[in-house]
T-cell receptor, first 114, second 112 residues
Framework: KAGVTQTPRYLIKTRGQQVTLSCSPI?????VSWYQQTPGQGLQFLFE???????NKGNFPGRFSGRQFSNSRSEMNVSTLELGDSALYLC?????????????FGPGTRLTVT | AQSVAQPEDQVNVAEGNPLTVKCTYS??????LFWYVQYPNRGLQFLLK??????LVKGSYGFEAEFNKSQTSFHLKKPSALVSDSALYFC??????????FGKGNQVVVIP
């Protein structure tokens, strides 16, 4: 099976712009979670989707949003980019939901905001 | 609130020596704990998890972890470290709906 794929792998944006990141989960996986990784804050949970529904959102401003499509692919969007949004954004998928199941992570999208 | 602590920033170990990466947790209720490893420019790879049962959990690549409820710890161990084990290791705590709370991570450096 192919793993979790994320596109693009690298992205450079200017402050004030918006960006959309894409995640394709492992085939058959219905849960997709997003995390932000920075040197200062470490790994922080952004949001989780299951069957096209956002079930939880982390402590991030409304500029961060996402969605999941019927094929379980997910996108996250960040509007009005700030320098502090520079980070590695990781997507993870899981076959099941509602329990402590393994999550499989993609390679991430490295976002640099200048 | 749930949290995970990894007290050391970096762990240096000679190749062939035992490797231990420390993790302590805080949670109300049953702890569900994970270890992940991250190589440069890569995502996180699952190593092992503790849900219930035997306190010694065996995982991938020869790693194991010992769950200790009284000390609220979940230390990762490997009997004989390899240079290829050099990476960033994360302890994580599950807190519902596929959410994980991660520790800050430990850089492991295995010296040839």
């Amino acid at each position: 099976k192919a793993g979790v794929t994320q596109t693009p792998r690298y992205l450079i944006k200017t402050r004030g712009q918006q960006v959309t990141l894409s995640c394709s989960p492992i085939s058959g996986h219905r849960s997709v979670s997003w995390y932000q990784q920075t040197p200062g804050q470490g790994l922080q949970f952004l949001f989780e989707y299951f069957s096209e529904t956002q079930r939880n959102k982390g402590n991030f401003p409304g500029r961060f949003s996402g969605r999941q499509f019927s094929n379980s692919r997910s996108e996250m969007n960040v509007s009005t980019l700030e320098l502090g949004d520079s980070a590695l954004y990781l997507c993870a998928s899981s076959f099941l939901a509602g329990g402590p199941y393994e999550q499989y992570f993609g390679p991430g999208t490295r976002l640099t905001v200048t | 609130a749930q949290s995970v602590a990894q007290p050391e920033d970096q762990v240096n170990v000679a190749e062939g020596n035992p490797l231990t990466v420390k993790c302590t947790y805080s949670v109300s209720g049953n702890p569900y704990l994970f270890w992940y490893v991250q190589y440069p420019n890569r995502g996180l790879q699952f190593l092992l998890k503790y849900i219930t049962g035997d306190n010694l959990v065996k995982g991938s690549y020869g790693f194991e972890a010992e769950f200790n409820k009284s000390q609220t710890s979940f230390h990762l161990k490997k009997p004989s470290a390899l240079v290829s084990d050099s990476a960033l290791y994360f302890c994580a705590l599950y807190y519902g709906n596929n959410r994980l709370a991660f520790g800050k991570g430990n850089q492991v450096v295995v010296i040839p």
